[in-house]
């Protein structure tokens, strides 16, 4: 959830000058000089269900997985010798987690007044695990930034051994940012990938203003059919879609009878994190929605449209001798938004829209101090046709665990919005527990 | 000034910034890691047992002098392993749980390398080189459970530090980073060392194992001295007790919890084989 303060501070002002910089490395500096850096645990009741440290499943830091890490997951949080056979249900600390997320802000948008604020971005429970010889649950219930308190969770069936298995979700469950390999992973530091958490074209001009609110970091309802073999896995999902808020998780739930689909590859490529996933996502929206809002359910839809995403994700890990490891990764996203006749402004009508993203990061984990470095590029062309309307976002950041069950972050990132002609500079600094 | 100055600037500061970061972290990163000198006392494929001098770590660029070399024989060293005990530590959020017992810290296995191995590293060790170990055994695929530490004497006491205790390891380069400085600890331990007679146990700062200001690992200090005493010589024969007496003693840690049932069937029948 850490992308939720990016979106937040989206348009910005112009020109932190070097202030900003500066007072960001001073303190990401302060606060190498005065941690001490140490290993922390993601969910700490695996860690006391297997008598491990977090290292076992995590690189560089919690909570992105390593190898046997994604393993565990796909197989529904259970080891390779755990397969086929009974769970000890009866101690609860072997399911139950808890994290906690505090960050202090500094946002500098342009139109907008420079601020800076406390925020507590997730505050989660979790109550998941392995429960039987072949099914599994998660549960995560989670409260940010406001008092509303927020459930999603899936039901998992697996079928096979470790060597190969069918796996079925049923759920409110992630697609595939926070839930994939080679970039699809959860995020390093804290934000993810622009290009995997925000809407990848410009077409605002449809009614509602909500037509293309889909990205790929939401939890949808639905179900997914995956085949495991070794390190790769083929999956297809079938989902409710967006509702006409976007979020697709309001209460109404579809709001039409079309269901979204999405069919992915992923392989992993090493035993610390290296991987690539290839996808395709095909989903079906409508640009008028009756009433607007979230209650009961629509007394009529129209201006259909269809839309898709596809492009791939790549990670490599190189080390670095002795020092550490040298991370490059990357992706890219082609849309197409098949805009109904009916809909757009003057001169907008009936065009399709096209829109291409990249992104690119390296990250070095410095071993001994255990240290993160990213640095990070994204680009946005939400319009190909249309000029400017280009996004550009540059982020650096650094995280490192300071003490069991507790990690801290330092992120700065600068946004470069041609199509909204906002630019901004947004520095987040994080601590965060997990017990 | 424009928009794309601006842009250019926190662009460059931003990377001047990232570079003084990353050179000045690994700079105190290399200028705290110790230099280790290393020397084979016996080496598998999945063990070993070394001496290891540090260097310039914690001690000001000066090692540490040990008490070395010192001549115990084998049973001496048996007699002293089987004393090491280990608890798994209890958890959170499991109301009703019994305490975990104690238990052998190492293996039958264990025990026979690592006697054979410290036996002869004690005799041979230099003032300033540790005798440090390594243990791996497969836990599961992908996974394998490793112990590390070393053993060093000062002052009359045998001092043992575990840095990783059935630490189970997925990724060959953590493997690598033990096998390369055993005394580093991995990770969090889920284990606590149970202090026995003439034993106590502290934590360890004063060598900054961890680069840490926090982690802390357990030492065990041993009076070797008397608690050979209380068991066997050097070597090997009974000096402190009889055989009755061990058996008691036996019994009584069965019955206070402190060993398994297995472990003193074990232990009662190696003493019977000595009658």
Not at chain 2, 104 to 128: C, I, M, N, V
Request: with cysteine.
């Amino acid at each position: 959830m850490g992308q939720i303060a990016l979106q937040v501070g989206l348009p910005r002002r112009a020109s932190p000058g070097a202030a900003t910089v500066i007072i960001l490395a001073l303190v990401v500096l302060g606060t190498i000089m005065l941690a001490a850096p140490q290993k922390s645990q993601a969910i700490p009741a695996w860690a006391r269900k297997y008598d491990a440290d977090c290292a076992m499943c995590h690189y560089p830091v919690v909570p992105r997985l390593n190898s046997f890490g994604q393993q565990f997951r796909r197989a529904g949080y259970r080891t390779p010798s755990e397969f086929n056979k009974d769970q000890d249900l009866t101690n609860v600390g072997n399911f139950l987690a808890a994290r906690i997320r505090a960050q202090l802000t500094y946002d500098n948008t342009k139109g907008t007044v420079e601020r800076s604020e406390f925020r507590f971005p997730d505050l989660s429970i979790f109550y998941s695990g392995a429960l039987t010889r072949n099914f599994s649950a998660w549960i995560h219930a989670f409260s940010n930034n406001s008092t509303s308190v927020d459930f999603h969770g899936h039901l998992q069936g697996i079928y096979g051994d470790s060597d190969g298995f069918i796996s079925v979700r049923v759920g409110q469950m992630h697609m595939l940012q926070q839930e994939g390999v080679g970039g699809f992973d959860r995020p390093t530091g804290i934000s993810v990938p622009p290009i995997q958490a925000l809407t990848l074209t410009g077409t605002s001009v449809l009614a509602n203003g909500a037509a293309q609110a889909f990205h790929f970091d939401l939890r949808q309802k639905g179900v997914e059919v995956a085949y495991v073999r070794g390190a790769g896995r083929l999956l297809f999902q079938v989902t409710n879609g967006l509702n006409q808020t976007g979020s697709g998780t309001a209460n109404l739930g579809d709001i039409d009878p079309q269901k979204d689909y999405l069919v992915a590859y992923e392989r992993i490529l090493d035993e610390i994190a290296s991987g690539f996933t290839l996808f395709y996502y095909h989903g079906t929206n409508h640009g008028l929605v009756t009433p607007v809002g979230t209650t009961g359910a629509p007394t009529s839809i129209g201006n259909r449209f269809d839309f898709s995403r596809y492009g791939f994700n790549l990670s490599k890990i190189f080390p670095v001798g002795g020092l550490g490891f040298f991370e490059i990764q990357g992706g890219y996203i082609r849309s197409h938004d098949n805009n109904p006749s009916l809909v757009g402004s003057p001169g907008q009508l009936s065009r399709d829209v096209e829109g291409n993203a990249f992104y690119v990061e390296s990250q070095q984990y410095v071993t001994g101090p255990e240290l993160t470095f990213f640095e990070r590029y994204s680009c946005m062309d939400l319009n190909a046709p249309r000029p400017n309307s280009t996004r550009k976002d540059y982020t650096i950041g650094v995280v490192m665990p300071i003490q069991t069950r507790l990690r801290t972050t330092a992120e700065y990132t600068y946004t470069d919005n041609r199509f909204s002609g906002i630019t901004g500079h947004l520095a987040l600094l994080e601590l965060q527990a997990n017990w | 000034m424009s928009r794309s100055y601006h842009s250019r600037e926190a662009r460059w500061l931003g990377a001047v910034s990232l570079i003084m970061i990353v050179l000045g972290t690994m700079a105190l990163s290399s200028c705290s890691r110790p230099y280790l000198f290393m020397r084979t006392i016996n080496e598998e494929e999945s063990r070993y047992v070394r001496f290891q001098a540090r260097y310039g770590q914690g001690q000001d660029g000066v090692a540490l002098k040990f008490a070395h070399p010192v001549a115990l024989g084998e049973p001496a060293w048996a007699h002293l392993l089987d004393n090491i005990f280990i608890q798994e530590q209890k958890k959170l959020l499991a109301p009703g749980a019994a305490q975990p017992a104690s238990r052998s810290a190492f293996d039958e296995d264990e025990k026979r390398y690592l006697t054979k191995h410290l036996a002869e590293g004690f005799q041979k060790a230099r003032p300033d080189e540790w005798v440090v170990f390594y243990l791996s055994h497969p836990r599961e695929p992908g996974v394998v459970e490793i112990d590390s530490g070393g053993f060093f004497i000062e002052e009359g006491r045998l001092h043992l530090i575990l840095a990783n205790y059935r630490q189970p390891v997925s990724m060959a380069f953590i493997r690598e980073q033990i096998w390369n400085d055993p005394l580093r600890p991995a990770g969090d331990s889920f284990y606590d060392v149970v202090p026995q007679d003439h034993q106590t146990v502290h934590t360890v700062r004063r060598m900054d194992l961890t680069q840490s200001l926090l982690k802390q690992v357990p030492e065990l200090s041993i009076d070797y001295s008397a608690q050979l005493n209380a068991g066997v010589s050097g070597d090997g024969e009974t000096v402190g007790s009889s055989i009755e007496d061990r058996l008691r003693t036996l019994k009584r840690l069965r019955d206070r919890g402190l060993i398994s049932e297995e472990q003193f069937r074990m232990k009662r029948e190696r003493l019977l084989e000595r009658l």
